[in-house]
């Protein structure tokens, strides 16, 4: 008989632990922060003369390195932005110029 004196203290101990756990923690909504996080693509600044003053110009590019960004200087405004007055005074090349970064010797 003695046994089942600690066996019934189960159900009491289970009990007073749900209890404990539960205890002072309501439950609430969703609570809004803004919106979502969005991966940004990578982008550029270019500057190109407007009536010969300089213009900083933001464009998306496929890399956001300083090869990429003398390419597409050198490449020129694009169509809508040269429909806005935006031009370059850099010379067309035959091809595609060619940066090296790393240190000067």
Same mark, same amino acid.
């Given at each position: 008989?003695? !046994?089942? &004196?600690?066996? %019934?203290?189960?159900?009491?101990?289970?009990? @007073?632990? #749900? $209890?404990? /756990?539960?205890?002072?923690?309501?439950?609430?909504?969703?609570?809004?922060?803004?919106?979502?996080?969005?991966?940004?693509?990578?982008s550029?600044?270019?500057?190109?003369?407007? !009536?010969? &003053?300089?213009? %900083?110009?933001?464009?998306l590019?496929?890399? @956001?390195? #300083? $090869?990429? /960004?003398?390419?597409?200087?050198?490449?020129?405004?694009?169509?809508?932005e040269?429909?806005?007055?935006?031009?370059?005074?850099?010379?067309?090349?035959?091809?595609?110029?060619?940066?090296?970064?790393?240190? %000067?010797?």
């Amino acid at each position: 008989m003695n !046994r089942l &004196r600690p066996l %019934a203290a189960w159900p009491l101990i289970v009990a @007073a632990a #749900v $209890a404990l /756990a539960s205890c002072g923690i309501s439950p609430t909504g969703v609570i809004q922060a803004g919106e979502p996080a969005t991966a940004q693509s990578p982008s550029s600044t270019l500057y190109f003369l407007v !009536r010969g &003053r300089l213009v %900083a110009v933001p464009r998306l590019t496929p890399g @956001a390195d #300083v $090869a990429t /960004a003398v390419r597409a200087l050198f490449g020129g405004p694009s169509s809508a932005e040269s429909a806005k007055g935006l031009v370059t005074e850099l010379p067309a090349l035959p091809t595609s110029p060619v940066v090296q970064t790393g240190t %000067a010797s």
